[in-house]
């Protein structure tokens, strides 16, 4: 057992970081589980998540992961560093609402869709936003003509961020 003062090598270092990452070997896990265990997987590009799970998981099945997110059980949202991430549904709702301070503070002062809709009400934006996502899944491309329904004359795509902010 090591002491509790030794120090890592570097190479001790950056081999447990890939082994936390599960970059080491496939692992012989659930995708739900993968996902957890990563709190957070990079999703900017939709395709993203795919090969991650490809390089990590033994036998992974990209429908699986399909079908997680088509029945909302992972979900593609802003959360660290307001980037897109896959994570669990029940993860989602433990993360967000820790990250959801620096998420406003980052769209309204720090970007310039917020600025751009300073005069709206953002719950009001939210709600909209909600309720057509509650209808089905839907990429910011499809909520910005929906919402310019609504608010027309404004940014469309600012109202689109404003939502998944």
Same mark, same amino acid.
């Given at each position: 057992? @090591?002491?509790?003062?030794?120090?890592?090598?570097?190479?001790?270092?950056?081999?447990?970081?890939?082994?936390?990452?599960?970059?080491? +070997?496939?692992?012989?896990?659930?995708?739900?589980?993968?996902? &957890?265990?990563?709190?957070?997987?990079?999703?900017?590009?939709?395709?993203?998540?795919?090969?991650?799970?490809?390089?990590?998981?033994?036998?992974? *099945?990209?429908?699986?992961?399909?079908?997680?997110?088509?029945?909302?059980?992972?979900? *593609?949202?802003?959360?660290? +560093?307001?980037?897109?991430?896959?994570?669990?549904? @029940?993860?989602?709702?433990?993360?967000?609402?820790?990250?959801? @301070?620096?998420?406003?503070?980052?769209?309204?002062?720090?970007?310039?869709? $917020?600025?751009?809709?300073?005069?709206?009400?953002?719950? &009001?934006?939210?709600?909209?936003?909600? &309720?057509?996502?509650?209808?089905?899944?839907?990429?910011?491309?499809?909520?910005?003509?929906?919402?310019?329904? *609504?608010? @027309? $004359?404004?940014? $469309?795509?600012?109202?689109?961020?404003?939502?998944?902010?």
């Amino acid at each position: 057992m @090591p002491d509790p003062g030794d120090v890592l090598s570097q190479r001790a270092l950056n081999r447990a970081l890939l082994e936390r990452q599960l970059l080491l +070997r496939r692992a012989s896990v659930s995708v739900a589980d993968a996902i &957890e265990h990563l709190v957070g997987q990079q999703a900017q590009v939709p395709m993203d998540p795919y090969l991650g799970l490809w390089t990590r998981l033994d036998g992974f *099945r990209p429908e699986r992961l399909a079908e997680m997110i088509e029945t909302r059980r992972a979900v *593609r949202a802003p959360l660290m +560093r307001s980037t897109i991430h896959l994570v669990t549904a @029940p993860d989602l709702l433990r993360i967000r609402p820790v990250m959801q @301070p620096v998420l406003e503070r980052t769209f309204t002062t720090g970007s310039p869709f $917020g600025r751009s809709l300073r005069d709206l009400d953002a719950g &009001e934006v939210a709600v909209a936003g909600r &309720e057509l996502l509650e209808e089905r899944p839907r990429s910011r491309a499809e909520l910005t003509p929906l919402l310019l329904e *609504r608010w @027309p $004359g404004h940014d $469309g795509n600012a109202l689109a961020q404003a939502v998944t902010y």
